[in-house]
């Protein structure tokens, strides 16, 4: 073992000096690798951070959350297949609730799209309306910033009162207090009691609570009945574990509120997070085998330049091959020499890859988030020095078998 590290040491050290002695023809050798790492880590990069954005994004829909509604959210049916079911109701959302034993809180709620929300001169526009309850806030994973949410007699007694998101509050209150202050919501006039916390644009500019307005269900009858979306229920499990026990309760609970007769399939959806999940990791799959494919390309004509070169470096130094094994130099000691010399170049050029990726990344989180790990920069040379180990394994092994006797005579 002893003789092995000194044999890699003594490796390095020829393959360093062999390295110096050919700068240039090393520097261009190492082009194929430099843009090979720049591809695979800039795409890495894009990923994970799309990845990080995409889940930042979604948390609000919360692991043990269940929702409840006609559509199926990434649905392998015909649109028009879901648009003919039977409608979720509120009288299904009460039947639910008594019912349902595994469940922490059963939520309604109702929601149309943009609506223009007003203040005495100035308007903004909301992104959504929704309708619900006192307990939507335990489902939607949104909390007011300032004020407060909904109460029980608000809901029940329907009173003109709303929570809003940021978005309208820096609009229509600029440098103004906006509790206890009404606006108009198309024609709904609403005190706003609450200001959810401000949340971002979120993943590729995804839908926030930042242009929010939520109130109470019946009230949301009253001025957007016609123009509602549909309604929805949303059933938090509270616990994690329990969430496919939850989803079996509720579908066998709804069946029979919805009389859908044995052997027939659901007429309703039960959606949760992980279906976005899985249509993101779909997608982005197919986007990161593309990029793998033009990287491995990449990396394989530079790994076809590292071994050409390789070659030539051992006929350039037949004779010093032909030296050392006369003096006593063994098969193993040049083949570790040669691997290190293709190890070392490949390697270097991973961090030039490195370094011209990272400043890219950068301009890139301009448009799309991205994130530079350490696991990134660590595949990055690991791929690296595989790539010259295999490229130079050939030239190595060939070095290693020459004869020295041959070797010395060559000229």
Not at 226 to 247: H, L, P
Not at 274 to 296: C, M, N, P, Q, S
Request: with cysteine; glycine share 8%.
């Amino acid at each position: 073992m002893l003789n092995f590290f000194v044999d890699l040491k003594e490796g390095v050290l020829f393959s360093l000096k062999a390295i110096r002695a050919n700068k240039m023809r090393s520097v261009l050798t190492t082009l194929g690798i430099v843009i090979g790492i720049v591809a695979v880590t800039t795409m890495q990069t894009a990923i994970i951070g799309l990845r990080n954005s995409f889940l930042e994004s979604i948390s609000s829909i919360g692991t043990d959350v269940l929702y409840i509604s006609k559509f199926e959210w990434f649905g392998t049916q015909d649109w028009h297949y879901y648009r003919n079911r039977k409608n979720i109701t509120w009288e299904h959302y009460e039947k639910l609730k008594a019912q349902l034993k595994l469940a922490e809180a059963v939520v309604p709620s109702i929601g149309t799209r943009e609506a223009v929300v007003k203040r005495n001169e100035k308007s903004a526009t909301a992104t959504q309306i929704i309708g619900t309850t006192e307990d939507y806030i335990k489902t939607s994973g949104t909390y007011p910033g300032e004020g407060r949410f909904l109460t029980e007699i608000e809901v029940k007694s329907s009173r003109n009162v709303c929570v809003v998101g940021q978005d309208i509050v820096d609009k229509l209150f600029l440098n103004e207090d906006p509790i206890d202050k009404y606006i108009k919501v198309g024609t709904a006039p609403l005190k706003i009691v609450g200001v959810l916390e401000k949340q971002g644009s979120g993943f590729l500019g995804m839908q926030s609570a930042d242009g929010q307005v939520i109130m109470p269900y019946n009230v949301f009858r009253k001025y957007f009945g016609q123009r509602r979306q549909g309604f929805q229920i949303t059933v938090k499990v509270g616990d994690v574990s329990k969430i496919e026990d939850a989803k079996e309760e509720v579908r066998q609970v709804l069946r029979t509120i919805r009389k859908v007769a044995p052997g027939k399939a659901d007429d309703f959806a039960i959606n949760q997070q992980e279906a976005f999940t899985k249509a993101y990791d779909r997608i982005i799959g197919t986007v990161a085998i593309a990029g793998l494919v033009i990287t491995a390309l990449s990396l394989f004509v530079g790994a076809i330049g590292i071994m050409n070169i390789m070659f030539v470096s051992v006929k350039e130094r037949t004779k010093e091959i032909g030296i050392r094994k006369a003096i006593g130099a063994k098969t193993w000691s040049i083949l570790i020499q040669f691997l290190a010399e293709a190890a070392i170049i490949c390697l270097l050029g991973g961090l030039v890859g490195l370094v011209i990726a990272f400043p890219i990344s950068l301009i890139i989180n301009q448009f799309i988030p991205t994130a530079m790990p350490l696991e990134v920069v660590f595949l990055a040379l690991f791929i690296s020095a595989i790539v010259g180990i295999v490229s130079g394994f050939l030239p190595a092994y060939k070095a290693s078998k020459l004869n020295p006797v041959e070797a010395l005579r060559y000229e």
